[in-house]
């Protein structure tokens, strides 16, 4: 076996255990904050059949998360995709595997801070009853510098470690969870007894993916029910630092994945029940309606502790901007680590055992990001969510195929390695893959995403190949300046000899 070829970062051993690990799965996934952007738009494609929409979008997760916990099991590393795929298929596609993970999550970073200051204004406002207030996001210069504050805050607990990460997560997680089973089951007992906006009886169909009229509804919904699951692997990212380092991080994504299925099914047939699809009104036809989802029904639905809900969505977008810089952080330290990004990034802070100048570098990337796109265009803030698709479909899928690959001489000693090595996260790969095609030739066209384009092509697809095309240059760069990795020097190609095989 050639595990010399992983090394260990100098990261705080064992400070998280499942429930801890999982804690952080679910909180970057941050389902309070994700559910109320992205519902609007999913029964805007799909109607009734959103709940089955987002189950198709946990699909290809669960399969995908198979596929990482096995290579997890073989190769404990921080650097997730990037060492895996390197392992795999060598130094490149793993470079541009570890650049998809990087560019995604500095680039969400910026939107959960976005979500997190338009939704703390709106509590505010609800707070003291003043118009004034929910107005204040809309002006770029108190919307930054809001921005900014949040940013800071989220840096200062990362860089303090885990037991810190974990310790806000506990409450900001908790919190949002009991509020989002509070919503759904308020709204679907009003449903029951009739005072409803405009009650729906939940039919089995919904939850029916076949019922969904064309394909490129499917297309579109999946690529939004796959940005919201998107996350679960920061779990896999903690794995030196987690207690039960080969087989803890795997169960907590497969868990996370779970948990999060399970309140956004929920909520989808509890707010579709409860407001119907009409174009008034509160029905989810409704723009107004669909541009924020939560806002529009929590009075309705929660009356006087409404507010709960805007807090559960502040909490949210926090905990997400904490938990989400623990992985491009914890990438860029492997990837400076094994020597494919500058040195500096593998500086480790003496007393926090935290990949110091990587989270500094991760924070200021999406903040000055945050801040220009802001200035330019929010319909450009929104296009970079939906071109971030691309990316994740990109890094999933090479990961998913490198656990197929790299277990090749494993597939038929046992069963069980049948499905998790091969069956699972083949499958899973593919339907991501297809998503990732599928999204690049749809964002083509003028019309999608914000409708914005330049010469008659999409601003996502051209936002999507310039991320590439920057990851491209960046590797470029690292080969003429740090050729050893690109050589296949600090890390070296292999193919799994079955000595952690459990099968």
């Known amino acids: 076996s050639d595990k010399h070829a992983l090394s260990r970062k100098g990261l705080s051993a064992g400070s998280v255990g499942l429930l801890g690990a999982t804690v952080i799965g679910v909180s970057c996934v941050a389902p309070a904050y994700t559910i109320t952007a992205a519902l609007g738009p999913i029964a805007a494609k799909v109607g009734y059949q959103s709940p089955a929409i987002i189950l198709m979008g946990f699909l290809p997760m669960l399969l995908v998360a198979f596929g990482y916990r096995e290579l997890n099991r073989a190769m404990p590393d921080s ?92 409450v900001l997680v908790g919190f949002q969870a009991v509020v989002l089973l509070l919503f759904g089951g308020v709204a679907l007992y009003m449903v029951q007894n009739g005072t409803a906006f405009d009650p729906t009886a939940v039919s089995l169909s919904w939850f029916n993916p ?101 807090i559960a969505v502040v909490s949210s977008s926090g905990a997400s901007l904490q938990s989400t810089m623990v992985s491009p952080s914890r990438t860029m330290l492997a990837m400076a680590h094994y020597g494919a990004l500058p040195g500096a990034l593998s500086a480790i802070s003496p007393r926090f055992k935290t990949p110091s100048i990587a989270i500094l570098t991760s924070t200021l990337v999406s903040s000055v990001f945050y801040a220009v796109m802001r200035f330019v ?91 590439i095309v920057v990851g491209l240059a960046l590797m470029v760069a690292m080969a003429v300046a740090r050729p050893g990795f690109l050589r296949g020097e600090t890390l070296t190609r292999g193919v799994s000899d079955g000595k952690e095989d459990h099968g």
């Open 79 to 170: 650097g997730t995709s990037f060492t895996w795929v390197t392992r795999a298929f060598g130094p490149w596609a793993g470079w541009l595997a570890g650049w998809g993970l990087i560019a995604s999550t500095v680039l969400v970073l910026s939107n959960s801070a976005g979500v997190a200051v338009d939704f703390f204004y709106l509590m505010l406002d609800e707070l003291f009853a003043n118009r004034g207030l929910a107005d204040l996001r809309a002006n770029p210069v108190i919307n930054v510098a809001t921005c900014m504050v949040f940013m800071a805050i989220a840096t200062i607990i990362s860089y303090r470690g885990m037991e810190a990460t974990k310790a806000v997560q506990y």
């Open 210 to 310: 076949f019922e969904v009229p064309s394909l490129s509804a499917i297309a579109a919904g999946l690529s939004l029910s796959i940005f919201i699951f998107w996350g679960w692997d920061v779990t896999l990212t903690m794995n030196e630092e987690t207690r039960g380092a080969r087989s803890t991080p795997g169960q907590a994504a497969t868990l996370t994945v779970l948990v999060t299925a399970f309140l956004y099914v929920l909520t989808a047939t509890a707010v579709i029940s409860f407001a119907g699809l009409g174009e008034t009104g509160l029905g989810l036809g409704n723009p107004e309606v669909q541009s924020n989802v939560f806002f529009a029904m929590a009075k309705p639905v929660l009356g006087v502790v409404a507010i709960l809900v805007s």
């Open 377 to 467: 265009s929010e319909h450009v803030l929104w296009d970079t969510v939906a071109a971030l698709g691309i990316m994740i479909c990109f890094y999933y899928s090479i990961t998913a195929f490198a656990s197929v690959w790299y277990f090749r001489r494993q597939w038929f000693k046992s069963r069980t390695n049948l499905f998790y090595q091969l069956v699972f996260p083949l499958v899973g790969g593919v339907m991501l893959a297809a998503l990732f095609i599928r999204t690049i030739i749809d964002s083509m066209d003028p019309g999608f995403g914000s409708g914005s384009h330049i010469g008659g092509v999409g601003l996502v697809f051209i936002l999507g190949m310039m991320i």
